[in-house]
């Protein structure tokens, strides 16, 4: 046995961390003196206090480690450690979004403002005939839900795909969200049909865009805003309708981002 000091030399443990498990019931000393109140500890403690140390290295709380070394199951271990995997998973792919932004930001002050390599160019939407879902999302990374739906209805209504039609996306907010997101998709239509449960069969309006095709993944979308910002001021148009992206390779179609093909473009008027 041995008293609180020399445990805390063997264990490599301060005196007050050993002091707060004791209170908060994670690791009590094997015996108290009632006389002297001396704690004392044995040697198949610092086994305990190596768990408590590696649990609380991977981010477990005190309270959680607590409840593991209580109960000894493997079945609750298990469970926190997925927990603690899935969201070291998600600090993952944060970090590594990171890196990439880093990554574009270093190839932009590198290359300056390369706007040139964005063509925008003005052009129209015809008067169409559509099956179109649209619906307020979490955020915009939750559009494929909504792409799910128009395909079901698509299926239920037996509606007929114009050949080689774009899925058609708009984003009908008036100004930026993060969340809570007014977001349309469209496929062209031919014949009428009845509305479905998620969707409407209408004659869409006939759009002028300004409009940038490009190649790749969405994180040219600050630089693409930025092309398309530049070329309507300089032309005397303002911005009169959604964001309307058109998809010519997606997500869907193609799991390897380098082969997305997008048309990013702006409801636009001249300014009269």
Do not use: C
Not at 197 to 224: C, K, L, R
Request: hydrophobic content about 35%.
């Amino acid at each position: 046995m041995f008293k609180i000091g020399e445990f805390s030399k063997l264990s490599n443990t301060t005196v007050r961390t050993l002091r707060h498990y004791e209170k908060i019931g994670l690791m009590l000393p094997t015996t108290i003196d009632q006389q002297s109140g001396y704690r004392f500890y044995g040697a198949n403690q610092i086994g305990t206090i190596n768990k408590i140390k590696m649990l609380q290295q991977i981010g477990l709380s005190l309270e959680t480690i607590k409840e593991i070394i209580e109960k000894q199951q493997a079945d609750i271990l298990n469970y926190y450690y997925e927990i603690k995997e899935n969201e070291l998973q998600q600090e993952m792919e944060a970090l590594q979004k990171k890196k990439e932004m880093i990554r574009q930001l270093q190839k932009q002050l590198k290359e300056g403002n390369n706007m040139e390599k964005y063509n925008v160019v003005l052009k129209t939407i015809p008067i169409r005939r559509v099956i179109s879902v649209r619906k307020v999302i979490p955020t915009f990374q939750d559009e494929g839900m909504l792409w799910g739906l128009l395909q079901e209805e698509v299926k239920n209504s037996g509606a007929k795909i114009v050949p080689g039609t774009l899925g058609v996306s708009l984003y009908h907010d008036k100004e930026y969200k993060e969340t809570d997101v007014d977001v349309e998709v469209q496929l062209e239509v031919d014949g009428d049909y009845k509305d479905g449960e998620a969707a409407s069969f209408f004659e869409a309006p006939e759009y002028n865009i300004a409009s940038v095709t490009f190649s790749g993944n969405f994180d040219q979308m600050p630089q693409i805003s930025q092309a398309l910002g530049a070329w309507i001021e300089a032309n005397d148009y303002h911005v009169s309708g959604p964001m309307i992206n058109i998809s010519h390779v997606s997500p869907a179609q193609d799991p390897n981002p380098e082969n997305w093909v997008t048309e990013a473009s702006f409801v636009v008027s001249l300014i009269k």
